[in-house]
């Protein structure tokens, strides 16, 4: 069959940049996408921290000094290239400081509409540029949403595009790219206002998300649940209606775990690597572990681990008062690495200080240490109020670590239940939010773990998860190829 041609836009790519899971995602797609026989582009913006990294990045020849009309001035900028690591897929960088010439890769400047409309413009001009004729631009979340839409007005002359299909992926409806009107203009969407939602524009309102969703060819999100769960009103997040209307278009291909990077078997950034067959390697990681956070170590205690974000999504809310009572009656451990709204920070800060023995916690992002946390840690905490997918619940089952998480997104698709009598299952899941069940999810939890023989089992059961971006990647060319059908 022939090969696709793929432009992927995101306004994060691992490990250039990268908040959260949507950086692994792109970061996998281009990779797998690539190592499949596709020929996939990725646009990704110049920040300045990627510009100050240790990365090898060349100018690309005859895309530089390059000129846009954009928010009512000439503004210049070129594009750079650099190997996606561990491919031969290349990712090209827009660089063009008066955007992304800051501190974060988002910011709070005022102008967050015009530095990612831009990304989304910047790569379908250099598409023009390369003459690179795509089947299908690929967008992920509101920054990149509007590049449907742009395709058919504002490029719609170019023969280029004739062929060209949208895949919008949803990795997260809680952003939307919500702007008053009247950034149309500074867009370039000022004479095409009747294409925008019209009662959100009679309110005032553009939302970037919602008019990718009205215009992509396809709308994908990151497991099956969650797609199901934004046709509803509570996850909804008022795009239900919307996404009820384009059921037809939907689509839910979970993500992968990229075995280049989140094995322990090869993992690099671990002292001690393991199997399924041969955990001595994952005893050694919890001693070091422990000695990392400066926890006393007893291999009887059991470790439970949080790697997040720290936002209303993740449920952290239900832990405080389980976890007081836990960490009082119980000789267990806590490790913690996040960062995020400041009521969670100070939730772990309190823990840590009025349990300085058994609980640790930084603040900040560190991938090394999240993936010591995976490889170490007996129990991972994931009680999400909602998740698209979530990828660190299958990290922690590649790595042995057993995934407490409430039912819902693709945390509902990945942990399976343990269930005793059968010995089936691959984690500890609860499905009302409350702190009730919270806390008896974990009391079972942990009474399992003194179970060393049920233990064994269930890490196992986790560890022979087939997660794989080989086959997840085999769901989105076979999206791709139906898209002329849509
Ligand atoms: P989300 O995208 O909502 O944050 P995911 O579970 O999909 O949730 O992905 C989170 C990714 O970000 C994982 O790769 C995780 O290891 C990483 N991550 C989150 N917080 C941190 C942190 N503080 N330090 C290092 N990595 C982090
Ligand atoms: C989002 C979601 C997370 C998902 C990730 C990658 O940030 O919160 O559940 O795994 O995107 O798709």
Known sequence: MEALSVCLVSSEVAPFA????????????????SRAGHDVRTFLPLYKRIAQGKYEITPVDGLQNLTMQFAGRQVRYSIHSTPITKSDAKLYLVHCPEFYDREGIYAADGDEHLRFAFLSRAAIEACQHMQFSPHVFHCNDWHTALIPLYLRTVYAWDRLFTRTRTVLT???NAYQGIFPTSVARDIGLGNETKYFHQEDWREGRLGFLKTGIIYATAVSTVSKTYAREIQGEELGMGLQDLMRQRDDHMFGILNGVDVAEWSPATDTLIPHRFTADDLSGKALMKRALMQKANLPYDPRAPVVGIVSRFTAQKGFDLLADAMTVFLQREDMRMVVLGSGEERFERQFDWLAKNFPKKVAYKNGYDNELAHWIEAGADIFLMPSRFEPCGLNQMYSMAYGTVPLVRKTGGLADTVQQWNPATQQGTGFVFEKYDAQAFFDTLQRA???????????????????????????????????RRLPQL
């Open 170 to 172: 949803l990795h997260n």
């Open 446 to 480: 942990l009474r399992t773990y003194r179970d060393d023989l049920q233990w064994r089992r269930i890490v196992q059961n986790g560890m022979a998860q087939d997660f794989s971006w080989e086959r997840q990647i085999e769901r989105y060319v076979e999206m791709y």
């Open 18 to 33: 990268k908040t959260g899971g949507l950086a692994d995602v792109t970061a996998a797609l281009a990779r797998y996408l």
